[in-house]
């Protein structure tokens, strides 16, 4: 199975600071990474490592390709703290990271 | 609007079963392949299965191999997760997610979840 590690596993941040979280697959996956966003129920916010998904704000970013990967957030908003994970679409089993969350400083 | 709304859930002792429905609206149901996915209280996110939009080709993760049936009723827009044998470590929120009009592995709209808790 690929493993997935996210780093940092928990933030504090400010309303309008930039976020830079990380994913690192234990093998190269191409660019088969997607991103979540937690809050009761997950919510897709890029594919592809990059391709932001209809109606997500565009503070939010990705990039990389084989083994990593950023999500960046660009002037953190209130509803942005939440917990983000990434997700390897390239083997299954799908696996996921382990999570970061986004909390208030 | 899309909307996935998961039912089933309930406390079952350590060997019993249980099977999950996920009622499916807003969207050609019959055209997408549906996964199952969970979260155990406080940790991260688990893959479960897949099934394909046909109902053809099916997968699960290791972990629920041979205890888990993924099944869905195309007419009545409607997954299911027949779930046997169950243990501790199966308490969790399950959460149906649709899949791509190919199996993309990309989940891009998620029910609200449903709550199993297995007691020994």
């Known amino acids: 199975d690929i493993q997935m590690t996210q780093s940092p596993s928990s933030l504090s941040a400010s309303v309008g600071d930039r976020v830079t979280i990380t994913c690192r697959a234990s093998q190269s996956i191409s660019r088969n990474l997607n991103w979540y966003q937690q809050g009761k129920a997950p919510k897709l916010l890029i594919s592809g490592a990059s391709s932001l998904q209809g109606g997500v704000p565009s503070r939010f970013s990705g990039s990389g390709s084989g083994t990593d990967f950023t999500l960046t957030i660009t002037s953190l908003q209130p509803e942005d703290f939440a917990t983000y994970y990434c997700?390897?679409?390239?083997?299954?089993?799908?696996?996921f990271g382990q999570g970061t969350k986004v909390e208030i400083k | 609007q899309v909307q996935l709304v998961e039912s089933g859930g309930d406390l079952v002792k350590a060997g019993g079963s249980l099977r999950l429905s996920c009622a499916v609206s807003?969207?050609?149901?019959?055209?997408?392949?549906m996964n199952w996915i969970r979260q155990a209280p406080g940790k991260g996110l688990e893959w479960v299965s897949y099934i394909s939009s046909s109902g053809s080709s099916i997968n699960y993760a290791d972990s629920v191999k041979g205890r888990f049936t993924i099944s869905r009723d195309n007419a009545k827009n409607s997954l299911f997760l027949q779930m046997n044998s169950l243990r501790d470590e199966d308490t969790a929120v399950y959460y149906c997610a649709r899949g791509g009009l190919r199996n993309s592995g990309r989940f891009d709209y998620w029910g609200q979840g449903t709550l199993v808790t297995v007691s020994s």
């Open positions: 807003g969207f050609t149901f019959s055209d997408y392949y």
């Open positions: 997700q390897q679409s390239y083997n299954i089993p799908w696996t």
